[in-house]
């Protein structure tokens, strides 16, 4: 059975970091991309990140380009989104994504599993 399970949300001021991770299970983790995608509250999903089988390759939303940094750890089978000088525009449920290929296409999305989401919450 695949699992993600996204961790590490909370609620953080303006400026601030945080680190989101999420733990992979039940497919083998070297064999896809993956990525983050958010959904602030009343709005649409919004795609985030995205990183290739090996690490090699990664892409980034305009709105968090220098920002934020996708990284993958084989070993420990996990994704993580290092999020930093966070705004409140940031708020939003954090999910991470398999897809169903080893490359992520920056036109067209397919995904196949999700995971349930992390609250991460910008406010002073």
């Known amino acids: 059975e695949v699992q993600l399970v996204e961790s590490g949300g909370g609620l953080v001021q303006p400026g601030g970091s945080l680190r989101l991770s999420c733990a992979a299970s039940?497919?083998?983790?070297?064999?896809?991309?993956m990525s983050w995608v958010r959904r602030a509250p009343g709005k649409g999903l919004e795609w985030v990140s995205a990183i290739n089988w090996s690490g090699g390759s990664t892409a980034y939303a305009e709105s968090v380009k220098g920002r934020f940094t996708i990284s993958r750890d084989r070993a420990k089978t996990t994704l993580y989104l290092q999020m930093n000088s966070l705004k409140s525009e940031d708020t939003a449920v954090y999910y991470c994504?398999?897809?169903?290929?080893?490359?992520?296409?920056?036109?067209?999305?397919?995904?196949?599993?999700w995971g349930q989401g992390t609250q991460v919450t910008v406010s002073s």
């Open positions: 039940g497919f083998s983790f070297d064999d896809y991309a």
């Open positions: 994504a398999k897809w169903t290929s080893s490359e992520y296409a920056t036109s067209l999305a397919e995904y196949d599993y």
